[in-house]
Structure formats: C-alpha cells, structure tokens
C-alpha cells in the first residue's frame, strides 16, 4: 500500500502515515508539542508515545484540532 493511495482515499478514522510506516491502524486523535496541537497518531503500547504527526498544520489550540478533525478542514501529510 502506497502513501499515495492512503492520501487519494484519506483513512480518516486512523492515521495513514502510521499504517503505512509502521503497519498499525492507530486512532486520530489531538496530540500537543511545543510547536502547537496537531493530528496524530499514539501508541498506548508498551513503549508508549506519539507515532505520527498527520497533519501539516499546527492548530493554536485543543479546540481547533478537535474542530479540524471533526469537520475534515485539515491537510493530510504525505510522509513523516
């Protein structure tokens, strides 16, 4: 599976750039870094962490990513 597809036909309910870099389905959600709240992907496994930054932009708070990621107003990342 190309990135190129995912993008074409966007995986909304799991992060794209996740299932094609690592092979896992991982939930969209809000992360926060210094840089901004953005669209990503978090692995709750045993190492535990952010695993992909999905969006391009960065949103000046929870409220607007939540409302990004609701709405589909947001630009998917063609690679990490």
């Given at each position: ?9 966007p995986?909304t309910e799991?992060g794209?750039?996740a299932?094609?870099?690592?092979g ?6 809000v992360?926060h870094?210094?840089a901004?709240y953005y669209?990503?992907?978090?692995d709750?496994?045993?190492e ?7 969006s ?17 107003a ?7």
């Amino acid at each position: 599976m190309s990135i190129q597809n995912l993008i074409d036909k966007p995986v909304t309910e799991a992060g794209a750039l996740a299932l094609n870099y690592t092979g896992k389905r991982l939930p969209l959600q809000v992360l926060h870094s210094a840089a901004g709240y953005y669209l990503g992907t978090f692995d709750n496994g045993t190492e535990g962490g952010p695993v992909s930054r999905e969006s391009v932009e960065y949103f000046p708070s929870h409220e607007a990513a939540s409302h990004a990621l609701q709405t589909g107003a947001w630009t998917q990342r063609p690679q990490p």
